[in-house]
């Protein structure tokens, strides 16, 4: 995993918009995510995924949100993005 970098001032891409309503994720979670990281990952040159697990539901679970962003562009984009329950499937741990 590299060093997270933040990322503030971003746009946000009309299905990822749509990913936002149908899955019920705040935008005020998508910018907790991209400004503090726990994780990025690299998928390909230009897109990254910023990760970091908040807690959702109740009773609260530990949840993690994905971000993909292309990082390539100014400002950055946000393409996609989900929640998922799978935290260990995608969190990555120091060898």
Do not use: C
């Amino acid at each position: 995993m590299a060093e997270a970098k933040s990322i503030t001032n971003y746009r946000v891409t009309d299905h990822a918009r749509d990913e936002m309503t149908r899955r019920q994720i705040t935008e005020e979670d998508v910018a907790r995510v991209l400004a503090a990281p726990e994780q990025t990952e690299t998928v390909r040159e230009g897109r990254e995924v910023y990760q970091s697990r908040l807690q959702a539901g109740e009773p609260p679970k530990t949840h993690l949100l994905r971000v993909f962003v292309d990082i390539d562009r100014i400002p950055p984009k946000v393409v996609t993005l989900y929640r998922t329950s799978k935290v260990a499937k995608y969190w990555r741990t120091e060898a």
